[in-house]
């Protein structure tokens, strides 16, 4: 069944077309990725369908009763109401039936109402139980602490809230009104690993349709079974995940240059006949030749698509050891992140892994000098030159024009800095925007161009994949595993943390554990200590990682925590399958009229809910 249809979309402003004559269908349990180069109408395409945008041409049909919940990549909930009582905005048709249940309940104890009451009760009991009225505050408190929020978080204003919070919130909101079709721009936007991976989880179980815009392509992976590419104004569609799509795009323009290139062959071959034999003795052989070019359709040729020309080159060779630790504590007015000793050697490429808040970046300004240590000490290397790409660009002055941002760093020749921009696809007069009106894509290969002029060799990268369309992910990998120096960066990307680390330092309630290899060897070591689902670990070969006695001592700490987790998830379980026992059971009695032993299972019922209360707040503590 399709929920949605639409045939030959249009549109475009003015005499800029974004995409023209595209149809498609989203059927039942469908799980799509909508890819595409930045700027191509993807935002677009998802708010059509949405209803808050109109095509120019074309219509689109959604099936009768579809529910639609649309995420987009700023969200802003307002008013000064409570998370917790945004959440529970939900679940108010629910909460409404169970205000019911209550004046019931209060009815049951006049003699001459009661008969009725009861009747009553049984039937909307039994309603109140199917749709999850049991559960339903379990459900939103596990979602928020999926997606990163902390229990003393859940009373705090909307006001008060960050503008990543803000889109937490209503991503959280969307998923427990559980719509037909979730609509996500970027969704991982705004999330660290542990809430990336519990929402990737949730939305590969999830039985409803979904239409995704991500740059994660790990994300990807895990969730969608069939990949739409916007370019040039068309939509393709191919059926698997984001790596299946990419071999079978790359195998589909490889046919594309082979027909194109063997009808060139044909044509030429064709009219050197034409020409050599029109007017001799096979001349109607050669008419007959021309007559058949005439009514050939030509093929197009395969259009490349603009790629950022990257380069990362230090202009200056840096001692063996670059940045040495020694006991080091970061943090402002109270440590945030502890490290052991260790030393980040020439060449070597470390991603720094943590939850969100947990100082990540507050690290990378210590090194810089920002920010001054709490404790410890660290020490840069002999001719070691630093760069920094900030996440928000904070370096980038909004005031100045692009090509002012390059020549503030290196005053290079007018034609020269032109140059430099057309790599990072600014071209003509996009030169002269003010970077306060660029995208998030835009100001990144602006932050990355500026990267490139340093010669630095030492990066520090915080976020760098951030609003970068794939391609130039893709891009910026290569560069990064090509650089001559040394690397320093914070990612939440795991495909982006795979390609381009040689080693990972973990944050884990403030300390930090250095692992060898990338990503996936980092997922295969935990999943031997347990520490990860195994659907998350590609098998790969392990390299051991070097460790001292602190870090072992962590690593059983660790194991006893994951252990108390998985005993309180038992735990959790059990008492839910109580609260749906009591449940019928209540229905049950009040069918029978019994009103004593209504009293009694509510008692019960409002027992065990405490106890999941109470359950749930220590899983919190431990997860």
């Avoid at 008419?287 to 395969?302: D, M, N, S, T």
């Avoid at 069918?591 to 004593?596: G, K, L, N, S």
Wanted: proline content about 2%.
């Amino acid at each position: 069944m399709s929920l949605v249809t639409a045939e030959n979309l249009s549109k475009y402003y003015g005499a800029q077309d974004v995409f023209s004559a595209i149809s498609f269908r989203i059927g039942r349990g469908d799980k799509i990725a909508l890819v595409g180069a930045n700027g191509v109408g993807k935002t677009t395409l998802l708010r059509i369908i949405a209803g808050l945008d109109t095509s120019n041409t074309g219509r689109v049909h959604i099936a009768k009763s579809v529910r639609i919940g649309y995420l987009a990549q700023r969200a802003d909930l307002q008013g000064d109401r409570s998370l917790y009582e945004e959440m529970l905005d939900a679940f108010a048709d629910l909460r409404a039936l169970q205000g019911q249940l209550h004046q019931l309940e209060q009815s049951m104890s006049d003699a001459c109402s009661q008969d009725r009451a009861l009747e009553r009760y049984g039937d909307m009991l039994q309603a109140f139980e199917l749709a999850g009225g049991y559960t339903y505050e379990q459900r939103l408190q596990r979602t928020l602490m999926g997606l990163g929020f902390a229990t003393d978080e859940f009373q705090k204003p909307l006001s008060m809230l960050s503008g990543g919070q803000h889109t937490r919130a209503q991503l959280a909101k969307l998923i427990l009104l559980n719509p037909d079709l979730l609509l996500l721009d970027e969704p991982t936007n705004h999330l660290d690993l542990q809430a990336i991976q519990w929402l990737e989880q949730h939305l590969a179980d999830w039985k409803g349709s979904l239409v995704v815009v991500a740059h994660d392509r790990y994300f990807l992976n895990r969730v969608v079974s069939q990949v739409w590419e916007m370019d040039a104004g068309s939509l393709g569609e191919y059926v698997g995940n984001y790596d299946q799509y990419a071999r079978l795009r790359e195998e589909r323009l490889q046919r594309r240059r082979l027909e194109y290139e063997a009808q060139r062959e044909y044509v030429a071959r064709t009219e050197d006949f034409v020409r050599r034999y029109k007017a001799g003795q096979r001349s109607r052989q050669a008419q007959g030749r021309e007559k058949l070019l005439k009514h050939l359709e030509p093929q197009a040729r395969p259009r490349q698509q603009q790629k950022m020309k990257l380069t990362l080159q230090s202009s200056i060779r840096g001692g063996d050891h670059v940045l040495s630790i020694e006991a080091l504590q970061t943090g402002y007015d109270q440590p945030l992140i502890r490290f052991p000793d260790l030393k980040l050697l020439r060449g070597q490429r470390a991603a720094l892994l943590g939850p969100n808040g947990c100082g990540k970046t507050t690290f990378l300004k210590t090194v810089l000098g920002q920010v001054p240590p709490l404790g410890g000490r660290f020490k840069v290397g002999a001719n070691v030159h630093l760069a920094y790409f900030a996440q928000g660009h904070e370096n980038l002055n909004d005031q100045n024009t692009v090509l002012e941002e390059i020549l503030k760093v290196r005053n290079l020749p007018l034609e020269q800095a032109r140059g430099l921009l057309g790599r990072f696809l600014f071209s003509g007069d996009d030169v002269n925007k003010a970077v306060s009106q660029l995208s998030g894509g835009e100001r990144g290969r602006v932050a990355l161009a500026i990267l490139a002029l340093q010669g630095a060799n030492f990066l520090l990268l915080d976020e760098p994949t951030n609003h970068l369309d794939i391609q130039s992910q893709e891009l910026l990998e290569k560069a990064l595993r090509e650089f001559d120096g040394t690397i320093l960066f914070v990612s939440h990307d795991r495909y982006f943390i795979d390609a381009v680390a040689t080693q990972l330092w973990v944050v884990s309630e403030g300390q930090v554990t250095v692992h060898s290899g990338n990503y996936s060897q980092y997922l295969a070591e935990m999943q031997t200590v347990k520490q990860v689902p195994a659907t998350d670990a590609p098998k790969v070969q392990v390299r051991g990682s070097q460790r001292g006695e602190e870090t072992r001592r962590e690593e059983r700490d660790l194991k006893q925590r994951r252990a108390k987790q998985t005993q309180l998830e038992g735990e959790i379980e059990r008492l839910e399958a109580a609260l749906s026992r009591l449940a019928r059971e209540l229905e049950q009695a009040s069918r029978a009229q019994r009103t004593d032993r209504v009293y009694d299972l509510g008692r019960e019922y409002e027992d065990v809910q405490k106890r999941l209360q109470s359950c749930l707040e220590d899983w919190v503590g431990v997860a």
